[in-house]
């Protein structure tokens, strides 16, 4: 059983910075590939950033640069450091787990609000 519990959520201000952690349960084969995915209000759930066992990374275009995907393979922790925050950040953030990059079966966290203050 898979499970994945986001913090480090909150408000910030344009400019600023957060540190967003998903603490796992699992197996390691079921925590193959982490990601973090947001959704802000009436947009449709997508990928920030994704990162696996082996240490690959991918981002969205939108965070490239700024946004800084990292895990603790030892202690089943998923990281996103994000820098530069601005208001089109503003979402809910949610952990996903996957044994496979493509196709699931896809494991997700409760989600942790971030809102950007302009």
């Known amino acids: 059983q898979v499970q994945l519990v986001e913090s480090g959520g909150g408000l910030v201000q344009a400019g600023g910075s957060l540190r967003l952690s998903c603490a796992a349960s699992?197996?390691?084969?079921?925590?193959?590939?982490m990601a973090w995915h947001r959704q802000a209000p009436g947009n449709q759930r997508e990928l920030v950033a994704q990162?696996?066992?082996?240490?690959?990374?991918r981002y969205a275009d939108s965070v490239k640069g700024r946004f800084t995907i990292s895990r603790d393979n030892a202690k089943n922790t998923l990281f996103l450091q994000m820098n530069s925050l601005k208001p089109e950040d503003t979402a809910v953030y949610y952990c996903?787990?996957?044994?496979?990059?493509?196709?699931?079966?896809?494991?997700w966290g409760q989600g942790t609000q971030v809102t950007v203050s302009g």
């Open positions: 699992g197996s390691a084969f079921s925590l193959n590939v």
């Open positions: 990162i696996t066992s082996g240490g690959s990374t």
């Open positions: 996903r787990a996957s044994p496979y990059l493509v196709g699931g079966p896809n494991h």
